[in-house]
Protein backbone atom coordinates (compact mmCIF):
# COMPACT_ATOMS: atom_id res chain seq x y z
CA UNK A 1 0.00 0.00 0.00
CA UNK A 2 1.21 3.74 -0.49
CA UNK A 3 3.35 4.94 2.34
CA UNK A 4 3.74 8.28 3.86
CA UNK A 5 6.65 8.84 5.43
CA UNK A 6 6.87 11.34 8.90
CA UNK A 7 9.84 12.82 10.60
CA UNK A 8 10.45 13.43 13.32
CA UNK A 9 8.94 10.73 14.99
CA UNK A 10 9.52 12.15 18.42
CA UNK A 11 10.73 15.92 19.53
CA UNK A 12 11.39 17.33 22.21
CA UNK A 13 12.35 21.27 22.43
CA UNK A 14 12.62 23.99 24.96
CA UNK A 15 9.59 26.37 25.46
CA UNK A 16 10.10 29.23 23.02
CA UNK A 17 12.13 27.54 19.91
CA UNK A 18 10.46 26.35 16.55
CA UNK A 19 10.28 22.66 15.59
CA UNK A 20 9.19 21.52 11.99
CA UNK A 21 7.58 18.16 11.16
CA UNK A 22 7.90 16.75 7.20
CA UNK A 23 5.45 14.75 5.80
CA UNK A 24 6.59 12.69 2.38
CA UNK A 25 4.26 10.69 0.65
CA UNK A 26 6.63 7.55 -0.82
CA UNK A 27 5.76 6.43 -3.63
CA UNK A 28 2.70 8.25 -4.62
CA UNK A 29 1.61 12.28 -5.63
CA UNK A 30 -0.42 14.22 -2.60
CA UNK A 31 -2.27 17.48 -3.95
CA UNK A 32 -3.43 17.73 -0.85
CA UNK A 33 -2.15 16.70 2.54
CA UNK A 34 -4.02 17.36 6.00
CA UNK A 35 -2.35 17.78 9.52
CA UNK A 36 -3.94 16.36 12.41
CA UNK A 37 -3.07 16.84 16.06
CA UNK A 38 -4.56 14.44 18.29
CA UNK A 39 -4.31 14.79 22.35
CA UNK A 40 -3.97 11.71 25.10
CA UNK A 41 -7.02 8.62 24.23
CA UNK A 42 -8.59 11.33 21.72
CA UNK A 43 -9.44 11.58 18.59
CA UNK A 44 -7.85 13.40 15.90
CA UNK A 45 -8.97 17.15 15.35
CA UNK A 46 -7.94 18.35 11.79
CA UNK A 47 -5.74 21.32 11.70
CA UNK A 48 -4.94 22.33 8.16
CA UNK A 49 -5.62 21.12 4.83
CA UNK A 50 -2.39 21.83 2.69
CA UNK A 51 -2.65 22.19 -0.79
CA UNK A 52 0.57 21.57 -3.15
CA UNK A 53 1.49 25.39 -4.58
CA UNK A 54 -1.28 27.52 -2.49
CA UNK A 55 -1.33 28.42 0.81
CA UNK A 56 -2.95 26.03 3.48
CA UNK A 57 -6.54 26.65 4.81
CA UNK A 58 -6.57 26.51 8.41
CA UNK A 59 -9.36 25.20 10.61
CA UNK A 60 -11.32 27.72 13.18
CA UNK A 61 -9.09 28.36 16.22
CA UNK A 62 -5.93 27.28 14.81
CA UNK A 63 -3.16 29.38 14.35
CA UNK A 64 -1.99 29.94 11.12
CA UNK A 65 1.11 32.38 12.44
CA UNK A 66 1.40 29.13 15.02
CA UNK A 67 1.40 26.10 12.61
CA UNK A 68 2.98 27.26 9.17
CA UNK A 69 2.17 24.63 7.02
CA UNK A 70 4.32 24.54 3.43
CA UNK A 71 3.37 22.38 0.87
CA UNK A 72 6.49 23.03 -1.46
CA UNK A 73 5.74 19.91 -3.72
CA UNK A 74 3.51 16.79 -4.35
CA UNK A 75 5.79 14.88 -1.86
CA UNK A 76 6.20 16.96 0.25
CA UNK A 77 4.40 19.14 3.42
CA UNK A 78 5.67 20.46 6.83
CA UNK A 79 4.19 21.74 9.53
CA UNK A 80 6.28 24.06 11.84
CA UNK A 81 5.23 24.92 15.47
CA UNK A 82 7.00 28.56 16.00
CA UNK A 83 7.70 29.32 19.40
CA UNK A 84 6.81 26.04 21.21
CA UNK A 85 5.23 26.09 24.23
CA UNK A 86 4.07 23.21 26.69
CA UNK A 87 0.51 23.46 25.53
CA UNK A 88 1.79 22.76 21.91
CA UNK A 89 3.09 18.90 23.00
CA UNK A 90 0.96 16.65 21.52
CA UNK A 91 0.43 13.93 18.83
CA UNK A 92 0.86 15.60 15.53
CA UNK A 93 0.03 13.22 12.22
CA UNK A 94 0.30 14.28 8.67
CA UNK A 95 -2.14 12.26 6.03
CA UNK A 96 -2.33 12.52 2.45
CA UNK A 97 -4.49 11.57 -0.38
CA UNK A 98 -3.28 10.29 -3.67
CA UNK A 99 -3.81 12.71 -6.36
CA UNK A 100 -4.89 9.78 -9.03
CA UNK A 101 -7.88 8.57 -6.43
CA UNK A 102 -9.56 12.23 -6.78
CA UNK A 103 -11.04 13.96 -4.18
CA UNK A 104 -12.72 11.47 -1.94
CA UNK A 105 -10.18 8.74 -1.54
CA UNK A 106 -8.64 6.80 0.68
CA UNK A 107 -5.84 8.79 3.21
CA UNK A 108 -2.98 7.21 4.19
CA UNK A 109 -1.13 8.40 7.63
CA UNK A 110 1.90 8.75 8.35
CA UNK A 111 2.91 7.56 11.80
CA UNK A 112 3.12 10.46 14.00
CA UNK A 113 5.22 12.64 15.68
CA UNK A 114 5.75 13.02 19.47
CA UNK A 115 6.25 16.73 19.94
CA UNK A 116 7.05 17.52 23.81
CA UNK A 117 7.90 21.19 24.95
CA UNK A 118 9.74 21.50 28.08
CA UNK B 1 -18.98 21.15 15.33
CA UNK B 2 -18.54 18.36 12.42
CA UNK B 3 -16.95 15.59 14.56
CA UNK B 4 -18.88 12.65 14.56
CA UNK B 5 -19.99 11.18 17.73
CA UNK B 6 -18.47 7.16 18.17
CA UNK B 7 -19.74 4.60 20.47
CA UNK B 8 -19.32 2.64 22.80
CA UNK B 9 -16.21 4.70 23.86
CA UNK B 10 -14.64 1.79 25.31
CA UNK B 11 -15.43 -1.78 24.57
CA UNK B 12 -13.70 -4.93 26.42
CA UNK B 13 -14.36 -8.49 25.06
CA UNK B 14 -13.06 -11.93 25.79
CA UNK B 15 -11.20 -13.46 22.41
CA UNK B 16 -13.20 -15.24 20.42
CA UNK B 17 -16.16 -12.69 20.71
CA UNK B 18 -17.51 -10.18 18.27
CA UNK B 19 -17.64 -6.45 18.51
CA UNK B 20 -19.74 -3.63 17.39
CA UNK B 21 -18.87 -0.42 17.30
CA UNK B 22 -21.83 2.37 16.40
CA UNK B 23 -20.71 5.83 14.42
CA UNK B 24 -23.12 8.70 14.18
CA UNK B 25 -22.48 12.06 11.81
CA UNK B 26 -23.94 14.99 11.32
CA UNK B 27 -24.07 16.00 7.66
CA UNK B 28 -24.40 14.63 4.24
CA UNK B 29 -21.42 12.34 2.83
CA UNK B 30 -20.26 10.98 -0.48
CA UNK B 31 -18.24 8.03 1.65
CA UNK B 32 -17.45 7.28 5.40
CA UNK B 33 -14.12 5.42 6.10
CA UNK B 34 -12.98 3.24 9.05
CA UNK B 35 -9.43 3.76 11.10
CA UNK B 36 -7.52 1.46 13.32
CA UNK B 37 -5.26 3.26 15.53
CA UNK B 38 -2.51 1.42 18.04
CA UNK B 39 -1.31 3.08 20.42
CA UNK B 40 1.18 5.68 19.73
CA UNK B 41 0.94 5.17 16.23
CA UNK B 42 -0.44 6.75 12.89
CA UNK B 43 -4.21 5.31 11.49
CA UNK B 44 -4.68 2.57 9.24
CA UNK B 45 -7.19 2.11 6.64
CA UNK B 46 -9.42 -0.49 7.06
CA UNK B 47 -13.10 0.05 4.86
CA UNK B 48 -14.06 2.58 2.86
CA UNK B 49 -18.22 2.51 2.13
CA UNK B 50 -19.73 4.87 -0.11
CA UNK B 51 -23.12 6.91 -0.13
CA UNK B 52 -25.05 4.15 -1.79
CA UNK B 53 -23.82 0.95 -0.23
CA UNK B 54 -25.35 0.06 2.69
CA UNK B 55 -23.29 -3.01 3.34
CA UNK B 56 -19.23 -3.72 2.87
CA UNK B 57 -17.45 -6.82 4.11
CA UNK B 58 -13.57 -7.14 4.21
CA UNK B 59 -11.92 -10.69 6.41
CA UNK B 60 -13.45 -10.80 9.54
CA UNK B 61 -14.75 -7.06 9.03
CA UNK B 62 -18.29 -5.86 8.45
CA UNK B 63 -19.52 -2.11 7.79
CA UNK B 64 -22.88 -0.92 7.55
CA UNK B 65 -23.91 2.66 6.55
CA UNK B 66 -27.56 4.14 7.00
CA UNK B 67 -27.48 7.53 5.68
CA UNK B 68 -31.10 8.32 6.50
CA UNK B 69 -29.87 7.86 10.23
CA UNK B 70 -26.40 9.33 9.33
CA UNK B 71 -25.07 6.15 11.36
CA UNK B 72 -22.41 3.01 10.57
CA UNK B 73 -21.24 0.63 12.51
CA UNK B 74 -17.91 -1.44 12.44
CA UNK B 75 -18.34 -5.39 13.26
CA UNK B 76 -15.36 -7.44 13.96
CA UNK B 77 -16.04 -10.93 13.86
CA UNK B 78 -14.32 -13.66 16.23
CA UNK B 79 -11.56 -10.86 17.70
CA UNK B 80 -8.36 -11.15 18.33
CA UNK B 81 -6.14 -10.24 20.50
CA UNK B 82 -4.28 -8.28 17.89
CA UNK B 83 -7.51 -6.71 17.23
CA UNK B 84 -6.75 -4.49 20.39
CA UNK B 85 -6.59 -0.95 19.24
CA UNK B 86 -8.48 2.44 18.91
CA UNK B 87 -11.01 2.56 16.03
CA UNK B 88 -12.32 5.92 14.43
CA UNK B 89 -14.66 6.38 11.18
CA UNK B 90 -14.04 9.84 9.39
CA UNK B 91 -16.79 11.45 7.01
CA UNK B 92 -15.44 13.63 4.01
CA UNK B 93 -16.55 17.46 3.93
CA UNK B 94 -16.73 19.71 1.58
CA UNK B 95 -14.27 22.43 2.27
CA UNK B 96 -11.23 24.64 1.46
CA UNK B 97 -11.54 23.37 -1.80
CA UNK B 98 -11.20 19.66 -1.24
CA UNK B 99 -13.05 17.09 0.84
CA UNK B 100 -11.85 16.67 4.22
CA UNK B 101 -12.18 14.02 6.11
CA UNK B 102 -13.34 14.40 10.12
CA UNK B 103 -12.98 11.76 12.60
CA UNK B 104 -15.27 10.50 15.16
CA UNK B 105 -14.69 10.27 18.86
CA UNK B 106 -13.37 6.77 18.41
CA UNK B 107 -13.73 3.89 20.48
CA UNK B 108 -10.96 1.77 22.59
CA UNK B 109 -11.57 -1.35 22.08
CA UNK B 110 -9.34 -4.12 24.08
CA UNK B 111 -9.70 -7.94 23.41
CA UNK B 112 -8.93 -9.90 26.40
CA UNK B 113 -6.84 -13.12 25.35
Known amino acids: GAVVSQHPSRVICKSGTSVKIECRSL??????MFWYRQFPKQSLMLMATSNEGSKATYEQGVEKDKFLINHASLTLSTLTVTSAHPEDSSFYIC??????????????FGEGSRLTVL | SQQGEEDPQALSIQEGENATMNCSYKTSINNLQWYRQNSGRGLVHLIL???NEREKHSGRLRVTLDTSKKSSSLLITASRAADTASYFC????WGSGTYKYIFGTGTRLKVLA
Open chain 2, 49 to 51: IRS
Open chain 2, 90 to 93: ATDA
Open chain 1, 27 to 32: DFQATT
Open chain 1, 95 to 108: SARDRLWGSTGELF
